[in-house]
């Protein structure tokens, strides 16, 4: 059985391939030495590069090596089999090709890594061998020829010898396989999952652990992996324990044969719940192509039970420069938001702007997802510039690091309204809505499309009512009661916070308000967040004249300082 420590390739950083050259170096030696040369045997895949020159491990090399290589083991003198097949990119480099001999090089001494051969991509099973003797200055070329072809029939003597390249195809590969038994791990607990192996050829199996899509990754305690578990014929090593991690975990040796082998993950209590996926990699070869060699597998999904993963949200902040700004939640009611970061600027040149619900963040993961209908309420933004005209901000590029799409114009004669507030889904739809209330008091609904390839964002306005002026302050887009449906919160002149209730209905978006409290008039902007601190509950945030923000938290009916400097931004939504 081979050791964990078998390997002899090293990746070429020329040619982005593994070749054994760089782990074949000569020995230091000395004029006095005693020249002893010997050969080697490797397995490798279709693409690799395999090289034709023995190991010098004693002695300094005087005159030439001449190396013979064919298609039959060298026997035979008269090189039956001479040659490489067809297909195979031969590299003699510095070694001369007698055009007298097919298959024959001759090499000065130092010349480690040549000559050498590109394996065809697809190459079927084949064994090429080659042999090698030692070609003093002044030497006959042909008793060297001779000797090389038929090293497999003498005694190694230091000064000849042979060596095999055994070829096993992508084909031969894939007979070696993987299969899981991946249960659930429970929060808390422990789980034993097995690999069942069919190890057609001897070789190394690397496991790691990965996320399925859309998972939760930053915050989230490992789970660990140990108390591995084999049969006769296998060596395995933890080489790292904590997962996911996209490194190996489990690193096995295995005969030829079929194994079974186990191993206990461990969870935390606590935990957020999270979807994974074993990932498996079969190495066969002692020289592969890199990253494609392996053969891979891939278990079905399997889930780390826990907390469930609700939406994390956050807030938005301009400044007087108009540079917008994003605080996501740190899911902490002690501190709720978490350091800034810069969206964009050019943002001044709106006379408002909001979210149509609040700032939800994305996937968890930095795969591109582009804007689809489906994505409508994870921040996308609408802004009314000074003329009028209402833009529309699909949240996500696509793009890792992105921010914002390209601006979508809905539509000019916006500025009959003196306040537009981003609604959530009021009619129960799937999509944001907005509300706007016209310099008469009248309240206005606009369910949205969802359209992605055109202007028209919303529908025609809907009446609510009358009588909202009384309100200098409006903000909505979450569920405040419980229901499960976008409520409005809106304070009167007289600082009295009122909630009205969503009702799902599109021609009577609202319900009868009830009174939250009076003392609200402290604050210059209000804010619905969404739930900042992972009770599943929504939250508000509000600021006070002197710059201090304050959290609501959906679950208290107190207020907690977040901080003083907050007077710094003109607009917080």
Not at 196 to 214: I, K
Not at 306 to 320: C, E, I, K, S, Y
Request: aromatic share 10%.
């Amino acid at each position: 059985m081979r050791h964990l420590n078998r390997r002899t390739a090293t990746l070429s950083a020329a040619a982005g391939l593994l070749t054994a050259a760089a782990l074949l170096p000569a020995h230091p030696a000395t004029a006095a030495d005693t020249p002893r040369l010997s050969g080697y045997d490797v397995i490798a895949a279709p693409g690799s590069v395999p090289r034709f020159y023995p190991i010098v491990p004693s002695g300094a090399i005087a005159g030439k090596v001449v190396i013979a290589v064919g298609t039959q083991p060298m026997t035979d003198p008269a090189g039956v089999g001479a040659g490489l097949p067809k297909g195979y990119v031969l590299r003699p480099y510095y070694c001369a090709q007698p055009a007298e001999y097919t298959g024959v090089f001759v090499c000065d001494s130092g010349t480690y890594q040549q000559p050498d051969v590109r394996v065809p991509s697809n190459a079927t099973d084949t064994t090429l061998y080659w042999g090698f003797s030692r070609f003093p200055q002044g030497g006959d070329l042909a008793e060297a020829v001779k000797l090389a072809r038929s090293a497999g029939s003498l005694p190694a003597d230091g000064s000849r010898g042979t060596g095999k390249v055994t070829v096993k195809s992508r084909a031969h590969a894939l007979l070696n396989t993987v299969g899981f038994g991946v249960p659930a791990v429970p929060e808390g607990g422990t789980v034993r999952q097995q690999l069942r192996v069919h190890a057609n050829d001897a070789g190394r199996l690397t496991l790691r652990f990965g996320y399925a899509e859309g998972q939760l990754r930053a915050g989230v305690q490992p789970l660990r992996l140990d108390e591995v578990t084999t049969g006769a014929g296998a060596a395995c090593e933890v080489r790292w324990k904590d997962l996911p991690d996209d490194i190996p975990n489990l690193v096995c040796e295995l005969e030829a044969g079929d194994h079974v082998i186990g191993y206990r993950l461990t969870s935390s209590p606590g935990r957020y719940a999270q979807k994974l996926q074993a990932y498996t990699r079969y190495d066969i070869y002692d020289l592969g192509y890199w990253d494609e060699s392996d053969v891979k597998h891939v278990s079905a999904l399997f889930t780390a039970q826990g907390r469930t993963v609700r939406p994390f949200h956050g807030l938005h902040a301009r400044d007087a420069a108009g540079k917008l700004w994003e605080y996501d939640s740190s899911r902490k009611a002690a501190a709720p938001l978490d350091p800034r970061v810069a969206m964009g600027t050019g943002w001044g040149t709106y006379s408002t702007v909001t979210s149509l619900s609040p700032y939800t963040q994305g996937p968890f993961t930095w795969d591109g997802v582009g804007p689809t209908a489906a994505t409508r309420g994870l921040g996308d933004v609408v802004g009314r510039d000074k003329s009028g005209v209402l833009w529309y901000y699909d949240r996500r590029t696509g793009v890792r690091g992105g921010t914002y799409a390209a601006r979508v114009r809905v539509g000019a004669g916006w500025n009959i309204y003196d306040r537009i507030v981003g609604a959530g889904d009021l009619n129960g739809d799937k999509l944001v809505d907005l509300v706007a209330r016209d310099k008469a008091g009248v309240l206005w609904f606009y369910a949205g499309t969802g359209s992605q390839t055109t202007a028209n964002r919303f529908k025609a306005p809907v009446r609510i009512g009358g009588g909202w002026q009384t309100f200098d302050r409006l903000a909505g887009g979450a569920d405040l009661t419980g229901d499960g449906r976008a409520d409005l919160l809106a304070r009167d002149k007289a600082g009295v916070l009122w909630t009205y209730p969503g009702t799902g209905r599109a021609t009577a978006p609202f319900g009868k308000p009830v009174r939250v409290g009076a003392g609200w008039g402290a604050y210059d902007q209000l804010v619905v967040t969404g739930d900042v601190t992972d009770d599943g509950k929504a939250d508000l945030v509000a600021r006070d004249r002197s710059g201090v923000l304050w959290l609501y938290q959906g679950t208290s009916s107190s207020r907690q300082r977040i901080g003083g400097g907050w007077n710094t931004y003109d607009l917080l939504f």
